[in-house]
């Protein structure tokens, strides 16, 4: 069979999520590091190729193409493996909904994911975007790519950190991570390389030209436009933005992915998992098993 049916993919998320949840701190920080480069990387990418296109002319087909190339990102964490929070969001759940972890496990697992992330967004949008010259600033020649990427990086930054309400920063989050975890849920539908890819290409493809708010990608898109000196923003706009983007991701995630696929194709049936182990004692209790060993 060239592709998972539904209840498959499900349980496939629950095992992903109880491997992930046991993880060693080093490997979860590791792990969080290489997945906010790779999102950094597919931001940095996106804005790229869509500067220097007057929206007068092109419409908003910059987003489209933006949203195509950011794809990039998710390919790199789900096919050359790392740890990315907005979709840990959806399979740590599941797996506790399963009763193979407690709740002590996710917030642990959320928190040094959270971190690795932000320091591999930060070191790729400080060293490899703004010291690097990619992302130029104000003072960049005229015409030059530097200076096209600044001036869109400008207007992304400047959306999510002063223009957008928290109501809809969150209201968009939620749809972002509902699409980014749909990506993650059709890749565990294929079980080849090209599948896993055309899975992931196109919710995220929605996702971005539809405009909404991912997380680990504003913690690129924000210290970068602090980097480049892109006016009006700072620090202090990077902490309410990445707040509630996180709320509505996890909702997103935990809400319309996680809890409702448990819902349809797991709830009341015996978990099938090839690591299955007994339930939890409590529900929400941190998990006092070890990963099972196969017999």
Known sequence: MSFNTPEQIAQSAVDTGAKR?????????????LAGAYIAFGGLLSMAVSSGLDPKTWGTLPT???????????????????????GNMATLPIAALRRR????????????????????????????????????????PAGTPPLLI?????TIATLKALTETDWQIFLRAVGCNWLVCLAV????????????????FFPILAFV??????????????????????PGIGWGDVPNNWLW?????????????????WFMYLRGTPDTGADARQPVAQPGAESRFAPARRQ
């Open 21 to 33: 949840a046991f993880l060693t701190p080093d490997k979860m920080l590791v792990g969080g590091f």
């Open 64 to 86: 489209l193409f933006a949203g195509a190339v950011f794809s990039v990102g998710l390919m790199l964490v789900v096919l050359a493996g790392s740890e990315l929070l907005t």
């Open 101 to 140: 972890i407690g709740v002590g496990r996710i917030g642990i697992g959320f928190a040094l994911v959270l971190i690795g992330n932000v320091l591999g967004s930060i070191f790729v949008a400080y060293f490899l975007a703004v010291k690097a010259g990619v992302i130029g600033t104000p003072k960049s």
């Open 150 to 154: 600044y001036e869109r990086l400008k």
């Open 185 to 200: 849920w059709l890749a565990l539908s294929a079980n080849d390389t090209s599948g896993k890819i055309l899975g992931i």
């Open 209 to 230: 030209a539809i405009g909404f708010d991912h997380v680990v990608a504003n913690m690129f898109f924000l210290p970068a436009a602090i980097f480049a000196n892109v």
């Open 245 to 261: 983007a996180f709320l509505g991701n996890l909702v997103g995630a935990a809400v319309f992915v996680s809890t409702a696929y």
